[in-house]
């Protein structure tokens, strides 16, 4: 069975990337091994300014090579009855029965019976003592963990610490000598074009090396808020997840963990988790068995240009303020809603991941700098970062739009937009609290602004620039103002079923 960790969503029109898999199971095996010759030689003068490639990695391959290792897994899972096996609707004289029944080890009696998987993935020591790095869906919910040493020895590993948010793992094992272990490498100074190497366990096939380049850098996959990966050419497939990428000097500068591919093997696009990701939550596991990360406590949006615009904002980088939440870090800062945050602890904010992963990597207790956009100018806040909750932010669920009860029309042409009166009945309807006051979107006209911008029947609009309404006519005549003051654009911030948003909406140019 081969599991399917980190998926990676696919553009419209882009076959469906797969992520790499952490296993190849005792259960498949590979089909054939297909090779090709190529008989064509041709030369061509390299620039000046290029560096000529390395004649062979041998050399590099020893150094680092010993220190790589194979990581297996043993998870119980429990099996279904037989009505959930491929023999559940053959004949009870099949002679197929007995295949299946043997096969999947005599279970499907109908009583559930555990079923044992195993899974083949890839590591490196970075710890003589014997601390082994890998990813954490390597090792899933193991309940035994083996790790293969380069010279054959196999020992029973201890899961040290794991962290899902960056797909990281620590595991420990015991030997009765000094082990090889890995340096760490700076992938910030890795550059795109850069030599690379990846050693790892493909198809449980044992060490084996490709080599490539660094195709790109701060790739997000849109799997979390920590996405940074390193993307390269290098093979990677199946079971190479947790294995090191390597820079000439020897160096880890990435963990091995994803693929995109049509097929789900390697098609010259494979994703590294970043040295400067991957090293400090790898100490914080050594040191604590879990990661700490700091926390503000505030909703982050887009800076996009129209908002910018709307704000007087030269440049579209920062992260826009969408709510403070009470009693949080970045309210007691005196952080509000509708700021811009462009510079956090010295860092400059260029888009979201910057802020989300400046914060996260700042220790809990840290007194922070933070440059702000407010009110047409910049200003300087300090915070002192919190720590991040255990429990997971809820996502806004999709507000539905029919049955929202609609009192007294007003149309705003220039935006495609017709807003009602906030009664006691919508807020019902839209599970909203007595104390939200606004505009209802009652109906977005099909291409205009509001509907290009993602507006929809039962948003409230709360206010408008930065100044709250309390009235749809309220709303109409500040939207009015700001076009005749010739603004490009307006800023709303919406209520969307008790989440709060902004939205930048340009006027329709005549």
Known sequence: ????????????????PRALPNSSTRRRRASGIALAL????????????????????????????????????????SGGPMMDLPFQDLPQDSPFRDFFKHYFNGQGHGE???????????????????????NNHVVGKATEISVKLSDGKTYKAKLVGRDERTDLALLKITA????????????????????????????????????????????????????????????????????????MD????????????????SVGIGFAIPSSIAQPVIAQLREHGSVERGFLGVQIQEVTPDVAESLGLKGSAGALVAKVTKGSPSETAGLRQGDVIT???????????????????????????????RDGHEMQLSVDVGKMPAQAVAEASEPGTSGVPVTGEHKVA?????????????????????????????????????????LRPGDVIVKVGQEPVDSPAQAVERINAA????????LLLLNRRGNELFVALPFAQA
Request: charged fraction near 20%; avoid cysteine; glycine fraction near 12%.
């Open 1 to 16: 069975m081969s599991l399917s960790p980190l998926p990676i969503r696919a553009a419209d029109g882009i076959p469906a």
């Open 38 to 77: 190529v008989a064509a030689t041709v030369f061509f003068a390299a620039p000046a300014f290029a560096r000529e490639a390395p004649q062979s990695f041998s050399g590099l391959v020893k150094e680092v090579a010993p220190a790589v290792v194979n990581v297996s897994t043993t998870e119980k899972v």
């Open 112 to 134: 559930n019976h555990p079923m044992v998987e195993h899974s083949l993935g890839s590591g490196f020591i970075i710890d003589p003592t014997g601390y082994v790095v890998t």
């Open 176 to 247: 009765d000598h000094s082990l090889p272990a890995l340096p760490w490498g700076d992938s910030d100074k890795s550059e795109v074009g850069d030599w690379v190497i990846a050693v790892g366990n493909p198809f449980g096939l044992g060490g084996t090396v490709t080599a490539g380049i660094v195709s790109a850098r701060g790739r997000d996959l849109h799997e979390g808020p920590y996405d940074n990966f390193i993307q390269t050419d290098a093979a990677i497939n199946r079971g190479n997840s947790g294995g090191p990428m390597f820079n």
């Open 250 to 265: 020897g160096q880890v500068i990435g963990i091995n963990s994803a693929i995109y591919s049509p097929n789900g093997g």
């Open 343 to 373: 510079r956090f602890d010295g860092k400059d904010i260029k888009e979201l991941r910057d802020l989300t992963r400046s914060v996260a990597a700042t220790r809990p207790g840290t007194k922070a700098p933070i440059t702000i956009w």
């Open 414 to 454: 220039s935006l495609g937009l017709t807003l009602g009166t906030l009664t006691s009945d919508s807020r019902n309807e839209l599970g909203l609290d007595k104390a939200v006051k606004g505009a209802l979107v009652t109906d977005v006209q099909d291409g205009a602004a509001a509907a290009e911008h993602g």
């Open 483 to 490: 076009k005749t003051a010739k603004a490009k654009a307006v």
